[in-house]
């Protein structure tokens, strides 16, 4: 650590003291990061986080709809991203004005929000889920109900197998007869880092790394997480890791970063190195100190957009507390 880096954290703990905040920090985010969080996790450990502090303030090192959902389940927190044009692509492949057109095409339906989206696209749909509950969440919906599962393709299909429901092609529509059947329609979103996956990686992993166990993201096409030993979300990767003394992980290289630093024994390799979401490398500490001064504008859900995509986050969570 440098000693310019050494002091911005110092000026920033000292910050977060005086303001009484809190920082969550996604595991993507870049070492330094990790530095100053008070809590590190996935989507779900960060929604459950900012549901249950006390902080007056919190400050979000992720991505925009990470924040959202942390002022959705907290919303008398000053909810700040540390990096405000830090966005996601998948989120981006979705719109609440296109979702409620699919809906109306689909008639009856049930919509799942992937958290990977815009409060708006929230607001429009049934119930959330994350990559570490979407298959607890569609189980416990009605089986003779279709499902729309919005916006990642990958994830849908993985999830339809492990619930056992058909996976239906995303451009039927509710007048074709293939679609009577109750399943699983996907809206054609994916993740840049994992859709971008596939079966070679793993083999050539399994070539270079033999003893290691070899974990991916349900984000993955179904080829590379059936080439794979595991599938899970990154926060189940940090318990596999404790299980394994060599893994590699199929998800944001910057992932082998939060495990080296839990256990800087476990030999942890990415499935690519190359697999870089620049979105959640954007934050950097002066980002976090700037939000903590007052010069970041925080982060604001019109309620009555909120209210709405509430209802479906707090739906999520009775699932899955």
């Not at 799942?112 to 815009?118: E, F, G, I, L, S």
């Not at 994830?155 to 239906?168: D, F, I, K, S």
Request: proline content about 6%.
């Amino acid at each position: 650590m440098t000693s310019e880096s050494s002091n911005l954290q110092s000026a920033i703990c000292n910050l977060k003291s005086a303001l009484g905040a809190v920082i969550l920090a996604h595991n993507y985010q870049v070492p330094d990061i990790y530095d100053v969080a008070d809590f590190i996790g996935d989507s779900l450990e960060l929604a459950r986080q900012a549901r249950t502090t006390g902080a007056r303030t919190i400050v979000f090192c992720g991505v925009r709809f990470m924040a959202e959902t942390a002022k959705l389940v907290n919303p008398d927190a000053r909810v700040i991203l540390a990096a405000p044009d830090a966005g996601c692509r998948m989120a981006d492949m979705i719109t609440a004005e296109a979702l409620r057109l699919r809906k109306r095409e689909l008639d009856d339906v049930i919509t799942v929000a992937y958290v990977n989206t815009p409060a708006d696209v929230k607001a429009e749909s049934d119930i959330c889920c994350t990559s570490a509950n979407a298959v607890k969440v569609v189980k416990s919906l009605p089986h003779d109900k279709r499902i729309l599962f919005v916006p990642d393709r990958h994830l849908a299909a993985y999830v339809a197998r492990e619930t056992g429901r058909p996976l239906h092609d995303s451009r039927l529509s509710t007048p074709d007869s293939r679609l009577s059947t109750a399943g699983v329609i996907p809206w054609e979103g994916f993740c840049y880092v994992h859709a971008s996956f596939r079966p070679a990686d793993v083999a050539r992993a399994r070539k270079e790394h033999p003893d290691a166990f070899i974990v991916v993201h349900p984000e993955c096409p179904l080829a590379v997480i059936d080439a794979a030993d595991e599938v899970t979300s990154t926060s189940g990767m940090v318990r596999l890791a404790r299980e394994h003394n060599t893994i590699v992980l199929g998800t944001e290289a910057g992932m082998c970063n939060r495990i080296r630093r839990d256990r800087p024994d476990t030999k942890c390799w990415p499935l690519r190195r190359t697999a870089l979401c620049r979105n959640m490398k954007l934050t950097r500490l002066e980002n976090v100190r700037a939000a903590l001064e007052g010069s970041v504008p925080e982060i604001v859900v019109p309620e009555a957009i909120a209210a709405r995509a509430r209802m479906a986050l707090d739906r999520m969570m009775a699932v899955v507390p």
